[in-house]
């Protein structure tokens, strides 16, 4: 009746259990080592079971381990992502309203800004785009980004209230707004506004504690940020209505000890309201002119290096907020199956740029010889011949390694700006997967296999 999935991974704990996590659905279970011989049996064995074993075959079943003969899953995957790639009902627009910025980060792969705010004819094509795109069914999403954002603040409401207009006379979905901002002009009655205006989903990056951020997010003219960034935030708490505000924290190699400090004070002010988020990512390297990124340059973090002090970060944020809330509302660093690594891959989501260039990938904003197209004023999308770049993915480029990996749900190929330029897309290897999965079982995040699996 079964056969296992190509997609499990078994681990040996130290105290005494079984792990068992399946890539493709995400099923993450424990099973005390009494029992391991009996599972591990039953997934090398299944039309071997006996009755006394039809309710574990059940719950591996459940949970992907063990699947059905006639299920192709390679063939699940890719619908998966195809489905993602190809589904016109979801229109991601990302909006530079401003492609200028009043921080001066060192690391910032945007750093040649163009210094524009997007022109009105631009906002105005965008709402004609997708006045012909969108039908009963059609869901819009737009992400409000720069540059900074907040520079173009009157547009950004006004264009929004457009666009809920235009959605609630044609009895649409309401749109599903984002906004990537640095958060030092985000007031109390500007956050208020773009509630009401229907922008319910913010981040707000911090690099580390104040006396780390300051030397890497200050204003253009040198002055620091952090106070103003988390007063802003102190404030915003006191708002009622429900939004999602993620804290982004950059870290360096050499901050360990300051980013459990914030991390802790992160919890003793947010820790108790559940729209407040917080997650963990290194300072990577990305390829810039700039000199000013050298003299931080020993301290930015390898891939390796990052990944282990990510996941070090996030499993000190659960314990210190499990003390505040639940734990479905703490960050959970065990990896789950994505439709794709990014909306760039989607055919229906493009970056339009302030003076309606079009990007796929935010990286590359900036670079007029990366754009691949133009909105015209009509609301027509143009496509420049770099765009079709883009249509290519692991499954048509038949890329085996990536086919054959046992983490393919995981990743669904990596970063596709990487694999076109010829880097190494991976961000997750065997090792690692192994690592945050016998570290999650320790801070007993695993159900038992006789739970439902999510």
């Known amino acids: 009746m079964f056969k296992p999935s190509k997609y499990n991974f078994l681990i040996e704990t130290s105290d005494n259990h079984l792990l068992l996590y399946n890539s493709r659905t995400s099923a993450f279970a424990a099973v005390p080592l009494e029992f391991s011989g009996d599972i591990q049996y039953l997934l090398t064995n299944p039309s071997r079971g006996t009755e006394k074993d039809e309710e574990i075959i059940k719950n591996l079943e459940t949970?992907?381990?063990?699947?059905?003969?006639?299920?192709?899953?390679?063939?699940?995957?890719?619908?998966?992502?195809?489905?993602?790639?190809?589904?016109?009902?979801?229109?991601?627009?990302?909006?530079?309203?401003?492609?200028?910025?009043?921080?001066?980060?060192?690391?910032?792969?945007?750093?040649?800004?163009?210094?524009?705010?997007?022109?009105?004819?631009?906002?105005?094509?965008?709402?004609?785009?997708?006045?012909?795109?969108?039908?009963?069914?059609?869901?819009?999403?737009?992400?409000?980004?720069?540059?900074?954002?907040?520079?173009?603040?009157?547009?950004?409401?006004?264009?929004?209230?457009?666009?809920?207009?235009?959605?609630?006379?044609?009895?649409?979905?309401?749109?599903?707004?984002?906004?990537?901002?640095?958060?030092?002009?985000?007031?109390?009655?500007?956050?208020?506004?773009?509630?009401?205006?229907?922008?319910?989903?913010?981040?707000?990056?911090?690099?580390g504690p104040e006396s780390f951020h300051n030397k890497t997010r200050s204003l253009s003219n040198g002055r620091e940020t952090f106070q103003t960034i988390w007063n802003n935030l102190?404030?915003?708490?006191?708002?009622?209505?429900?939004?999602?505000?993620?804290?982004?924290?950059?870290?360096?190699?050499?901050?360990?000890?300051?980013?459990?400090?914030?991390?802790?004070?992160?919890?003793?002010?947010?820790?108790?309201?559940?729209?407040?988020?917080?997650?963990?990512?290194?300072?990577?390297?990305?390829?810039?002119?700039?000199?000013?990124?050298?003299?931080?340059?020993?301290?930015?973090?390898?891939?390796?290096?990052?990944?282990?002090?990510?996941?070090?970060?996030?499993?000190?944020?659960?314990?210190?907020?499990?003390?505040?809330?639940?734990?479905?509302?703490?960050?959970?660093p065990i990896p789950r199956a994505i439709p794709a690594w990014c909306e760039t891959e989607k055919q229906s989501s493009w970056i339009i740029g302030a003076d309606g260039l079009l990007f796929k990938c935010d990286t590359y904003v900036g670079r007029k010889e990366q754009a691949a197209g133009k909105?015209?004023?009509?609301?027509?999308?143009?496509r420049f011949q770099g765009a079709y770049k883009w249509d290519t993915d692991i499954y048509t480029a038949k890329i085996e390694n990536c086919i054959k990996c046992k983490l393919l749900p995981l990743c669904q190929g990596g970063c596709p700006r990487l694999r076109m330029e010829g880097k190494k897309s991976c961000h997750l290897n065997e090792p690692y997967l192994k690592e945050i999965l016998l570290k999650a079982h320790a801070t007993h995040m695993n159900p038992q296999l006789n739970v439902a699996y999510n």
């Open 63 to 207: 949970g992907g381990f063990l699947i059905k003969p006639d299920i192709d899953e390679l063939r699940k995957i890719r619908k998966v992502y195809d489905d993602y790639k190809n589904d016109g009902k979801k229109v991601i627009l990302t909006m530079l309203a401003s492609e200028a910025c009043n921080f001066n980060c060192p690391y910032c792969f945007t750093y040649d800004k163009r210094g524009l705010n997007m022109t009105p004819w631009v906002y105005d094509a965008a709402l004609k785009y997708l006045q012909k795109s969108i039908n009963k069914d059609s869901q819009i999403k737009i992400n409000w980004f720069g540059g900074e954002p907040t520079l173009a603040h009157d547009n950004i409401i006004s264009f929004s209230n457009r666009l809920n207009q235009l959605t609630s006379e044609r009895k649409l979905k309401k749109p599903i707004y984002t906004m990537v901002t640095n958060g030092y002009l985000m007031t109390v009655d500007k956050f208020e506004s773009y509630v009401e205006a229907g922008i319910k989903n913010f981040q707000i990056t911090l690099d």
């Open 234 to 332: 102190v404030t915003i708490k006191s708002v009622k209505p429900n939004f999602e505000m993620s804290i982004r924290v950059n870290f360096l190699a050499n901050m360990r000890q300051e980013i459990y400090d914030l991390t802790n004070k992160f919890a003793s002010v947010f820790g108790a309201d559940e729209r407040f988020g917080i997650y963990f990512r290194p300072v990577y390297n990305f390829e810039t002119n700039r000199q000013d990124i050298c003299a931080m340059k020993d301290s930015i973090c390898s891939m390796a290096e990052g990944l282990q002090m990510q996941l070090e970060y996030d499993l000190h944020a659960m314990e210190v907020l499990s003390k505040y809330r639940k734990k479905s509302a703490m960050p959970n």
């Open 375 to 382: 909105i015209n004023m009509d609301g027509e999308i143009e």
